[in-house]
């Protein structure tokens, strides 16, 4: 069964209040669009930075109801229970929706594979497995040459990473021989071509502070 891919829900602590703040609000803000067999789901504020929880059911830290400013009107109030007004002035409101809209075509074209477990194949870094999460994806629409997909992130928010990340099971499944691709989407630049490959099977790849880039070849 397909489950919700989410990073906060109204009975949680707030993505951006979290360690790793914004940063890691948006990482996960796209991962979980691309998540195999997932549902992805966006809590209401999430998409404003929101960092005051609705309740304090799951997780809570001691000061969870005082992530505001001790000025703010809604300092210490909890949605689910308070009037309460969610911070849609915030001078960041943007990113997240413009980002969304970016990505949605893409999510819209893999969608059969990222619903499919069968079209799914993990991807590694062995330098460094502990911060990196690799998602691949084949088509499975044509029978000559396939695409491939693949959604490549750095969670942690504060250091960049410079990986080696292996395709050969990718590249097995397909026959996909490109040695050339595009870069459809980065947290941290624009699109463009992509050709970092160290050989045949393996990708070159640097990756920023909790930067999530979308490649397709």
């Known amino acids: 069964l397909p489950v919700f891919a989410c990073g906060e829900t109204h009975d949680t602590p707030r993505l951006a209040a979290r360690e790793g703040g914004p940063t890691l609000s948006k990482a996960l803000t796209v991962l979980n669009m691309f998540m195999p067999n997932a549902v992805p789901f966006i809590n209401s ?25 001790k000025d ?3 300092y210490g109030k909890l ?13 960041r409101r943007w990113e997240i929706p413009d980002m969304l ?17 069968k079209a799914f194949v993990p ?26 997909l693949m959604v490549l992130a750095n969670t942690n928010p504060y250091d960049q990473a410079y990986l080696q990340i292996g395709i050969k099971g990718l590249r097995k499944l397909t026959e996909n021989q490109e040695m050339t ?6 947290t941290h630049e624009e699109p ?11 990708l ?3 990756l920023g502070p909790g930067e999530v880039k979308i490649i397709e070849l």
């Open 123 to 148: 991807l590694y870094a062995e330098n460094n497995p502990k911060t990196f999460i690799g998602l691949g994806y084949i088509e499975t629409t044509r029978k000559a040459h396939k695409n491939i």
């Open 181 to 186: 691709g595009k870069l459809l989407f980065s």
């Open 204 to 206: 070159d790849i640097h």
């Open 79 to 91: 949605a689910l229970f308070d009037l309460y007004q969610f911070h849609y002035t915030n001078p």
């Open 192 to 202: 463009r071509v992509f050709s970092q490959f160290i050989n045949y099977n393996t």
């Open 101 to 117: 809209d970016f990505i949605k075509p893409i999510r819209a074209k893999y969608l059969k594979e990222i619903t499919d477990k």
């Open 45 to 69: 504020g999430q998409e404003v930075f929101e960092t005051q929880p609705m309740n304090t059911g799951l997780d809570a830290r001691e000061n969870e109801m005082f992530m505001l400013p």
């Open 72 to 74: 703010d009107p809604y």
